[in-house]
């Protein structure tokens, strides 16, 4: 097989087409400031207007609680570290889970080297956090929860709307890492009593290097970047207009191929997962069977080296990773797996495979057909294996 079957679309998507149309003309017609006072500066303040307003529509919210950023990994540490530096005269308590993305763990690590005390909730088997866990950490000090929407890794959707009801009832702060789950997922940040929600564009076939963070209106929160008055005072620096536009238009695109969507990857999803655990022995499935994202397939593989496996999918034409992008190159385990319960032999034989519109069955048939080759030949090379099947053979 010569085509590439990309199945990392976790990490990245592909740009869109009709997204690199519209952003374009904002490299070379439409190329004015935003903030100048003459009409080629107002095409493109007109430009960031519309693609805020459209982002603000399927979220439920205001436009001017959308600000535009550089991308995921800065919403989530504007909303921490902003909150917790207004709020700390409340307290300094937040809270958070063990599988979080790095984004938020690492600048938690930040804020408890600045006398924050962070509480790092558990998680179930299948990646959940527990609610009555949850309401039991809340204290008085305790000035924000911090829950992703759905684990970039496993692929497996918290109770988002209960939290928000949780924090809701005891006046915390609620924020949200969405950056998996937006656009992928219908989301309402009413309905989900959210008061913060992170999100970037190039996991929805947008661009990279732009994305947002809504921030309800009432929140005071400090500037993230000092300087000019752009979006609204709270993060100087002259607008990305061709990103922005880009964001817009992939986000206007997503929402409305989200149904159709959703029904194909979760079928395909499905047909994947039963594949696997059919045809490969020793095998499992990471994360919630049913409360996970549409295109998310996660799998464990006993006696397997998950970097080794993913050199031959390479060989094979195929992408996959065995964990966040963001953390590609460690010899660490992954802290997701861990948290669920993986004993460390079993959580580096892991391999994440991330659906889009475009794979098709014959893509999943391939790869399965070269996991199940790939495996075998390893377990063959190892002497764990032999040892595991001799001792069963005598049972």
Same mark, same amino acid.
């Given at each position: 097989?010569?085509?590439?079957?990309?199945?990392?679309n976790? #990490?990245?998507t592909?740009?869109?087409?009709?997204?690199?149309?519209?952003?374009?003309?904002?490299?070379?017609?439409?190329?004015?400031?935003?903030?100048?006072?003459?009409?080629?500066g107002?095409?493109?303040?007109?430009?960031?207007?519309?693609?805020?307003?459209? &982002?603000?529509?399927?979220?439920?919210?205001?436009?001017?609680?959308?600000?535009?950023?550089?991308?995921?990994?800065?919403?989530?540490?504007?909303?921490?570290?902003?909150a917790? %530096?207004a709020y700390?005269s409340k307290?300094?308590?937040?809270?958070?889970?063990?599988?979080e993305?790095?984004?938020?763990?690492?600048?938690c690590?930040?804020?408890?080297?600045?006398?924050y005390?962070?509480?790092y909730?558990?998680?179930?088997?299948?990646?959940?956090?527990?609610?009555?866990?949850l309401?039991?950490?809340?204290?008085?000090?305790?000035?924000?929860?911090s829950v992703m929407?759905?684990?970039?890794? &496993?692929?497996t959707?918290?109770?988002?709307k209960?939290?928000?009801?949780?924090?809701?009832?005891?006046?915390?702060?609620f924020?949200?890492d969405?950056?998996?789950?937006?656009?992928?997922?219908?989301?309402n940040v009413?309905?989900?009593?959210?008061d913060?929600?992170?999100?970037?564009?190039?996991?929805?076939?947008?661009?990279?290097?732009?994305?947002f963070?809504?921030i309800?209106?009432?929140l005071?929160?400090?500037?993230?970047?000092?300087?000019?008055?752009?979006e609204?005072?709270?993060?100087?620096?002259?607008?990305n207009?061709?990103g922005?536009? +880009?964001l +817009?238009?992939?986000?206007?695109?997503?929402? #409305?191929?989200?149904?159709?969507?959703?029904?194909k990857?979760?079928?395909?999803?499905?047909?994947?997962?039963?594949?696997?655990?059919?045809?490969?022995?020793?095998?499992?499935?990471?994360g919630?069977r049913?409360?996970?994202?549409?295109?998310?397939?996660?799998?464990?593989?006993?006696?397997?080296?998950?970097?080794s496996?993913l050199?031959?999918?390479?060989?094979?034409?195929?992408c996959?990773?065995?964990?966040?992008?963001?953390?590609?190159?460690?010899?660490?385990?992954?802290?997701v797996l861990? #948290?669920? +319960?993986?004993?460390?032999?079993?959580?580096?034989g892991?391999?994440?495979?991330?659906l889009s519109?475009?794979?098709?069955k %014959?893509?999943?048939?391939?790869?399965?057909?070269?996991?199940?080759?790939?495996?075998?030949?390893?377990?063959n090379?190892?002497?764990?294996?032999?040892?595991?099947?001799?001792?069963?053979k005598?049972?």
């Amino acid at each position: 097989m010569n085509k590439i079957i990309y199945l990392d679309n976790a #990490a990245t998507t592909k740009t869109a087409p009709e997204v690199v149309d519209a952003m374009l003309p904002y490299f070379t017609e439409h190329y004015g400031n935003p903030s100048s006072i003459y009409s080629l500066g107002s095409e493109s303040k007109k430009a960031v207007t519309e693609a805020r307003e459209t &982002i603000a529509s399927f979220l439920g919210c205001k436009t001017n609680e959308i600000y535009f950023t550089a991308g995921g990994s800065e919403s989530d540490n504007w909303a921490l570290k902003a909150a917790a %530096e207004a709020y700390k005269s409340k307290g300094k308590h937040i809270i958070t889970s063990k599988i979080e993305h790095h984004a938020i763990l690492h600048t938690c690590e930040y804020l408890e080297a600045q006398g924050y005390e962070i509480t790092y909730l558990d998680v179930d088997e299948n990646g959940r956090i527990n609610l009555e866990q949850l309401e039991k950490s809340i204290r008085e000090d305790t000035i924000l929860i911090s829950v992703m929407f759905a684990n970039n890794e &496993i692929g497996t959707i918290e109770p988002i709307k209960e939290i928000g009801e949780i924090a809701k009832k005891h006046n915390v702060i609620f924020h949200t890492d969405a950056v998996q789950a937006f656009g992928q997922v219908p989301i309402n940040v009413d309905e989900y009593h959210i008061d913060m929600l992170s999100a970037s564009g190039h996991k929805l076939n947008g661009p990279k290097g732009i994305g947002f963070l809504y921030i309800r209106t009432g929140l005071k929160l400090r500037s993230f970047v000092h300087g000019g008055q752009q979006e609204r005072g709270r993060r100087a620096g002259t607008e990305n207009v061709p990103g922005i536009v +880009g964001l +817009g238009a992939a986000v206007k695109r997503a929402f #409305a191929i989200m149904d159709e969507k959703t029904v194909k990857e979760i079928e395909l999803r499905d047909y994947f997962i039963q594949k696997l655990e059919t045809e490969i022995e020793y095998c499992w499935l990471n994360g919630d069977r049913i409360n996970r994202l549409p295109n998310n397939v996660h799998f464990g593989f006993e006696f397997v080296e998950g970097e080794s496996l993913l050199i031959k999918l390479d060989m094979a034409g195929i992408c996959a990773s065995s964990g966040s992008a963001c953390t590609s190159g460690s010899l660490d385990p992954s802290h997701v797996l861990l #948290a669920i +319960g993986l004993p460390h032999e079993r959580a580096h034989g892991s391999l994440r495979l991330t659906l889009s519109e475009e794979t098709t069955k %014959e893509d999943v048939d391939y790869t399965v057909s070269v996991i199940k080759e790939t495996v075998e030949y390893m377990r063959n090379m190892s002497p764990l294996y032999e040892d595991f099947i001799k001792k069963n053979k005598k049972k």
